[in-house]
């Protein structure tokens, strides 16, 4: 950038563009000047280091609620010239929100059941992560049916959560992909740490097993899937559950 353009602007200019930067104002134009020129090299080398480096290559799936997915490519790190998919949010995301995220989204990778988290940028509000293969929606679209392969790496998917204490949170059908073959639970925007805080509110040490496994069978069954869709699931429902919910 060339500064010396800031020279050019008035005293007002200058002042509007500190307040705008949440610098304490200054008397001169001079002093004004010497503020704004930090924060913009700082911006310069922050886009350098966390935007300039992504290239995208076409957007994946449809446009959600909190924002859009992208399939992106890169050579900054080790494995460059590898796809990636980045998953952009909207400006109403908090930042700290999509820390929590990604953190409990790599903590669930390092599980073996998530996507592995690649890059965080709270600023321009982006995750990118592992490109998975495919959409579990898209095979059941065709196939009617969630087999009972599928179900026990569903199941298999909610245990490993619960034993490292992340509860996802949302059993949409869209949640699920496939990588070489194998299952993986993606979108951790609801997820929550399963403290004695979450245990308390929700009355259980495993909400994966107890919640989600509900929240999804109730999904398969609204969506007139067969019952041998939820067979296996069914197993890890209580006796309580099943009556309130007429399975």
Not at 58 to 64: I, L, Y
Not at 65 to 80: D, I, S
Not at 230 to 240: A, D, Q, V
Request: hydrophobic content about 35%.
């Amino acid at each position: 950038m060339d500064y010396s353009k800031l020279q050019t602007l008035t005293y007002s200019q200058l002042k509007e563009l500190t307040t705008i930067m949440e610098l304490t104002p200054k008397r001169s134009k001079n002093e004004l000047i010497n503020d704004i020129i930090p924060r913009f090299r700082e911006w310069e080398n922050y886009k350098h280091d966390k935007i300039d480096h992504w290239q995208y290559i076409h957007q994946m799936g449809e446009k959600g609620k909190e924002g859009t997915t992208y399939l992106v490519k890169t050579n900054k790190f080790p494995a460059g010239g590898q796809y990636y998919a980045m998953k952009t949010f909207n400006k109403k995301k908090s930042g700290s929100r999509l820390i929590l995220e990604a953190t409990l989204q790599q903590k669930a990778a390092e599980g073996g059941v998530a996507p592995q988290v690649v890059d965080v940028d709270p600023i321009s509000k982006h995750i990118v992560m592992q490109c998975m293969e495919k959409h579990l929606w898209d095979m059941l679209m065709k196939t009617r049916q969630l087999s009972m392969n599928q179900q026990r790496q569903i199941i298999s998917m909610y245990k490993k959560l619960d034993k490292i204490g992340v509860f996802h949170g949302d059993a949409n059908l869209m949640n699920y992909m496939y990588q070489g073959g194998k299952l993986y639970m993606i979108d951790f925007g609801m997820s929550r740490e399963i403290n004695e805080s979450l245990i308390k509110k929700l009355g259980t040490p495993t909400p994966n097993i107890k919640i989600m496994t509900l929240g999804l069978v109730l999904k398969l069954r609204n969506l007139n899937f067969g019952e041998e869709s939820w067979c296996y699931l069914e197993k890890y429902l209580s006796r309580e559950q099943k009556s309130q919910f007429n399975l």
